[in-house]
């Protein structure tokens, strides 16, 4: 069930850097998810460190899920649940994203007409971002929660 691009309504995008460590979680998610079977009309992209080429990715999505490491005041492990509007509040509440601007690609989608209708973010709290390939064991343990929400939040 495409759209009139040949792309799916919704986008299920993983982002990080997998080469430091619990930075690369969101890449995790994606590979995990990529084992599964999915509705036809679900997109698994590993958004890897990419920033605003990811416009056309995003671009013309009934919904568009993203998965994250962010740096927030909580436990590392903790899964937080943020949408668009979050992303682009003045305060920041701690969202980085990579400062890679998926905030400004969004508004980008915007000025350009083909802005997604709905945006969630799963963001986990890192515990170690120093080199390496292996989620730290309380991310790796946060894996399977934030597949069951994001599941979760296909359906809605």
Not at 38 to 66: H, Q, S
Not at 90 to 99: N, V, Y
Not at 114 to 136: H, Q, T, Y
């Amino acid at each position: 069930m495409s759209n009139a691009h040949g792309r799916c309504p919704v986008l299920i995008l993983g982002i990080g850097n997998i080469l430091l460590r619990d930075e690369g979680v969101g890449v995790r998610v994606i590979e995990q998810m990529q084992k599964m079977h999915l509705p036809d009309d679900v997109e698994l992209v590993d958004g890897g460190t990419a920033g605003a080429d990811l416009l056309d990715v995003l671009a013309e999505r009934r919904k568009i899920i993203v998965i994250d490491a962010v740096q927030a005041d909580c436990e590392p492990g903790t899964v937080l649940r943020f949408t668009a509007d979050d992303l682009t509040r003045p305060d920041g509440i701690g969202i980085s994203l990579h400062e890679f601007g998926l905030g400004e690609a969004l508004a980008m989608t915007k000025q350009l007409g083909c802005a997604p209708e709905d945006v969630v973010v799963f963001g986990i709290k890192p515990r170690d971002i120093r080199c390496g390939l292996e989620l730290s064991e309380e991310i790796a343990a946060s894996v399977p929660k934030v597949i069951e929400l994001v599941l979760t939040e296909i359906t809605k």
